[in-house]
């Protein structure tokens, strides 16, 4: 069999392109990770291109190269940022115009694009009818987790990621921290917990790498992982990443009770609870009450993911749809003399827009390594 390439163009690092590039890599494919700063370099004749999530303006010009020389790429994307709009620093950059702009640009001129949901399936092929819009399955990475260690005396919670807004969990958690202290710890890995739970919760940042943060997770020991997921556009489109994510890592999550989490078995491997303070409050005490059925559950969760999300399967799915012949790249494209599309101080402008998410997710130590590793990847072209 041919050896397969494929050129996995991102703006960052981020956790869809961990799974994606996991699961390729899996599959025996040979994956080159490429950021705008690499694009110069490459030589895509007879290879795959996919662009996974990619929403910066930097890459209209590349783009133009593709449609110009006919030749076809492909986009995966896994969040709905069309209607992201709850108010934070990430939303906000997402509703940008020229990152709108972009994004739509990218999705107009791609072969196919590929989600992770059928409802974003609808919600793309809205607004761009003509275009082939397709589901793939959804992944998770069986390896790489570590050990389970045993878990505490006090009832552990986590939660992972950046908070959404859910002050229905969060007075929920403050309430019960306070009913039952010193039976209760509440931790949270990624951003700063919302304000009602600092000085409660113990914050971790985010970790430099996927398989370090599932190895970190792994190590905490927690009994349940949250996963709230308030109900709204924007999330209607949400896979079930978390439940896949807390599943492989053996622990047991409380899910809001929507669509995205209609995998979930209550009380077989999950819990579901809809979206009000009284019965996320009411979950937890049952979760302090019953630490040997969520034991039960994580186990049960576990087994399913291993066997739902069969890397073999998953990929064998993944390869059908985007490793035809109609999708390799034919030719060379002289990306050398691409040159960008932002002035000087457009791509100030741009990076500042960058710097104001990180800093009102991770703060300034954070903010300042990414941020130059950001200006690295974006910028040396």
Known sequence: MEPIKLFLAVDGETTTQAIVERLMLNGGVDVSLVFISDMKEIDIKGAFFLFCRACDPAWKPYIREFVKNKTPYLYYIDDNFWEFKDGSALSAFYQDDSILESLNYIVANAAVVYTSTIVLCRYIKASHKKKPV???????????????????????????????????????????????????????I???????????????????????????????????ALAPLADTVFNES???????????????GIYSNVPAYMPV???????RVKNSESDW?????????????LREMA??????????YNPSKVFGEWASEIFIKKHRCSKTLDFGKVRGT????????????????????????????????HIRRRLNK
């Open 238 to 252: 949400k896979s079930d990443n978390k439940f896949r994510e807390y599943s492989a890592m053996g622990v047991c």
């Open 342 to 373: 932002l002035s000087i101080y457009g791509e100030f402008l741009f990076l500042l827009k960058v710097f104001r998410v990180y800093w009102k997710i991770e703060g300034l130590g954070p903010t300042l390594i990414k941020s130059i590793r």
């Open 134 to 188: 397709k589901q793939l399955p959804n992944y998770v990475d069986q390896y790489s987790i570590g050990a389970t260690v045993d878990k505490k005396e006090q009832l552990s919670i986590g939660y992972t990621g950046t908070p959404r807004k859910a002050k229905f969990v969060d007075a929920a958690l403050k309430r019960f921290f306070y009913d039952y202290s010193g039976q209760v710890s509440i931790e949270f």
């Open 281 to 293: 409050y009411e979950m937890l005490v049952y979760c302090l009450d019953n630490k040997g059925q």
């Open 190 to 224: 990624g951003g700063e917990p919302p304000g009602e739970l600092r000085g409660i919760a113990e914050k971790f940042g985010y970790l430099d790498s996927y398989d370090e943060y599932r190895k970190f997770v792994t190590s905490r020991g927690w009994d349940v």
């Open 299 to 308: 186990a049960n969760a576990k087994a399913n993911s291993q066997s739902v």
């Open 265 to 271: 078995q209550h009380e077989i491997n999950g819990l």
